[in-house]
């Protein structure tokens, strides 16, 4: 008892002096090409051109005769999803996809917002953005950018657009109306790949920030979560005078003593800081623990060798699909991995589902998504150890692949304004409980202009 109330008090001195010890820094700016070839000497075409999705009877006969050829492994019995993707679960969604699943109709329902390229150091940079249809009068939209994660796109962002963009019509006081920006990762559906090593996440972040410069917004609230997280945060540490505020549902915080408070914080939680909730949350923590390994076995193939298993997903339709569904499947709730079918018609349709693996196939883009891992992971990077001093709010949805509590939040964004336990949700937050997280902003959105 007193050994484990010495370790605390230990411990704690060493957070008060590792976290009080910083200084508010920056990123450098700097500049980058990440184009094919030599940078040219002419200046970089700065036109922002219309885009629209596009289909062809040749691009949907050649899916299909893929699908057709599939050839699956049976499952073990009773493994449900613990061994991965169910195949018998997904002989029914390759059916779906085969006979049912329109990508004409899709396509449309993509084409709905307007959407956007531009040229931005070397790359053709994707994106949507939309503006308020009923602008209250006298009224100015607040311009905000939303950031798409993996194996996630823009499309993630459809149904929370109303909420921000016209929230009267849909249920919400039209006290903030929002312009959304959401634009494609580099590498990521429509948005071009780097053809240099080295594009990472302070790469986007800078490229991020141009984008809406030269969409004429010179302060602006940002949102992500999942690499959008990680974007978001390296453009409040690149530019934080140009960001309004910073709203998250995941975070990153690789520089964390209090993670070394677990094996104490069942007995002392209250002396770091944990609220019931937290507890509820991260314990037992052996648990959450094997759940974070049982989930992670993807990060280490993409952060070491992305272009060997993006062969074979590049190459068949169906197994693309198992991959990355399987995420959406135990993401969304660790213990749909206890499910026949992982629940994933339970929070997605299934038209939702394969609109998203439609934007990786018909773009050819799964190698290039999975190539951000390398770049960002296995080596140190400086704003891992940078704190965000901008206005920031979190959502911390329960089903998160690993809580944060409030106080691990706030070592790396001390100028933490909002953070709310949401009821429910997992890791794909907007996709998944598009009010909730449009609510959350709106709170956040409403706490920091009335500072």
């Not at 596009?54 to 050649?62: F, K, P």
């Not at 809406?212 to 999942?226: A, C, V, W």
Request: aromatic letters at 14%; a neutral charge.
């Amino acid at each position: 008892m007193w050994l484990e109330i010495l370790l605390a008090s230990v411990l704690g001195f060493v957070i008060y002096w590792f976290v009080s010890k910083d200084k508010e820094e920056t990123l450098p700016l700097e500049d980058g090409w990440w184009g094919p070839g030599v940078r040219p000497t002419a200046g970089e075409d700065k036109s922002i051109r219309p885009f629209k999705v596009e289909t062809s009877d040749e691009e949907i006969n050649d899916l299909h005769q893929r699908i057709d050829r599939v050839r699956l492994t049976p499952p073990l019995e009773d493994s449900r999803f613990h061994y991965g993707f169910n195949s018998n679960y997904l002989k029914k969604i390759i059916s779906y996809w085969r006979n049912e699943f329109d990508w004409r109709k899709q396509v449309e329902i993509l084409n709905k917002y307007p959407h956007f390229k531009t040229k931005i150091e070397g790359l053709d940079i994707h994106f949507i953005h939309v503006k308020p249809p009923n602008l209250p009068s006298g009224q100015t939209p607040k311009p905000l950018l939303m950031v798409h994660g993996w194996p996630g796109s823009f499309y993630e962002f459809y149904k929370i657009i109303p909420f921000l963009t016209d929230p009267k019509n849909h249920g919400l006081s039209d006290e903030h109306v929002f312009e959304v920006i959401c634009p494609s990762i580099p590498g990521y559906s429509f948005s071009e790949a780097s053809s240099k090593k080295g594009f990472n996440s302070v790469a986007t972040a800078r490229i991020f920030y141009k984008l809406m410069l030269r969409l004429g917004f010179q302060k602006f609230y940002i949102q992500g979560g999942d690499w959008g997280a990680l974007i978001c945060t390296n453009m409040a540490q690149l530019v934080p005078s140009h960001i309004k505020g910073l709203h998250l549902n995941m975070a990153l915080i690789l520089r964390n003593f209090y993670t070394l408070t677990l094996p104490l914080g069942r007995c002392f939680g209250g002396l770091f800081g944990y609220t019931e909730r937290d507890m509820e949350l991260i314990y037992p923590f052996k648990k959450i623990f094997f759940s974070l390994l049982r989930e992670s076995g993807y990060l280490h193939i993409q952060s070491t060798k992305p272009d060997t298993v993006g062969c074979a997903l590049n190459d068949s339709p169906v197994g693309l699909a198992a991959y990355i569904l399987e995420k959406f499947s135990t993401w969304t709730n660790s213990e749909f991995r206890d499910l026949e079918d992982g629940g994933l018609e339970r929070k997605f349709s299934l038209d939702d589902l394969l609109t998203g693996i439609m934007l990786y196939w018909t773009t050819g883009s799964i190698t290039s998504s999975q190539r951000f891992y390398k770049e960002n992971l296995g080596q140190v990077n400086k704003h891992e150890m940078l704190k965000v001093y901008v206005p920031t709010g979190f959502a911390a949805f329960p089903c998160e692949l690993m809580h944060l509590p409030e106080k691990w939040v706030k070592t790396k964004y001390p100028n933490l304004i909002s953070y709310s336990y949401m009821p429910r949700g997992g890791h794909f937050a907007a996709f998944e409980e598009p009010e909730l997280l449009a609510q959350d902003i709106r709170k956040f959105v409403g706490l920091q202009e009335r500072q």
